[in-house]
């Protein structure tokens, strides 16, 4: 079956313009991450959503990111007024639910660059 | 807070011998343990997991991670390395029953010589 999808694959911005990042987790997969991987900070992990619940944000960067995840399916990530520090990629991940023995399934991500 | 510390940036082995990538973690009870790995330009893929049971885990492509609580370690290791095992390796811990994602280490870059 088809694996987690991400688009674009690759998104180049100017600085302050706002950017979506788009994720489509595996069909019946509850559970979605995401995660950002940069050189200096190496995977981090940003946001949970299970199902439709309210995600906890505390794991957000900064209040110029944000994420919503509709009819517990496809998610997008906002970052608005990029800085050059957001560059980094970008990964999605689903697992079957939530439970840390659940594997999560990553996509190949956004790779994100900010002028 | 859980962390995770993969000691070695970059390894290099010669092709057909032994590898072992080390991995310590920081948790009070025991984690769930993982180890991924990414290739140039891909996304990350599991190559085995603990939870419990058996300290010997056995993965995809010939690898093995052995969990030693008294060391608070999960080391990586495989018999003889081929080059296409060249690639980034990432250690993960998630103690927060996934809704607190995982926690990787920095990642271990693995060069094969011929």
């Known amino acids: 079956g088809a694996g987690v999808s991400q688009s674009p694959s690759n998104k180049v911005t100017e600085k302050g313009k706002d950017v979506e990042l788009r994720c489509d987790p595996i069909?019946?997969?509850?559970?979605l991450y995401w995660y950002r991987q940069s050189l200096g900070q190496g995977l981090e992990f940003l946001i949970y959503?299970?199902?439709?619940?309210?995600?906890?944000k505390s794991g957000l960067p900064s209040d110029r990111f944000s994420a919503e995840r509709t009819g517990g399916s496809v998610s997008t990530l906002t970052i608005q007024r990029t800085q050059q520090e957001d560059s980094a990629v970008y990964l999605c991940?689903?697992?079957?639910?939530?439970?840390?023995?659940?594997?999560?399934?990553f996509g190949p991500g956004t790779r994100l660059t900010v002028l | 807070a859980q962390s995770v510390t993969q000691p070695d940036i970059h390894i290099t082995v010669s092709e057909g011998a032994s590898l072992e990538l080390r991995c310590n973690y920081s948790?009070?009870?025991?984690?769930?343990l993982f180890w991924y790995v990414q290739s140039p330009g891909q996304g990350l893929q599991l190559l085995l997991k603990y939870f419990s049971g058996d300290t010997l885990v056995q993965g995809i492509k010939g690898f093995e991670a052995e969990f030693k609580r008294s060391q608070s370690s999960f080391n990586l290791r495989k018999p003889s390395v081929h080059w296409s095992d060249a690639a980034e390796y990432f250690c993960a811990v998630d103690s927060g029953g996934g809704a607190d994602g995982l926690t990787f280490g920095k990642g271990t870059h693995l060069i094969i010589q011929p």
């Open positions: 948790y009070g009870a025991t984690p769930y």
């Open positions: 959503f299970q199902g439709n619940s309210a995600p906890d």
């Open positions: 991940a689903s697992s079957f639910s939530s439970g840390g023995y659940n594997e999560q399934f």
């Open positions: 069909s019946g997969h509850t559970a």
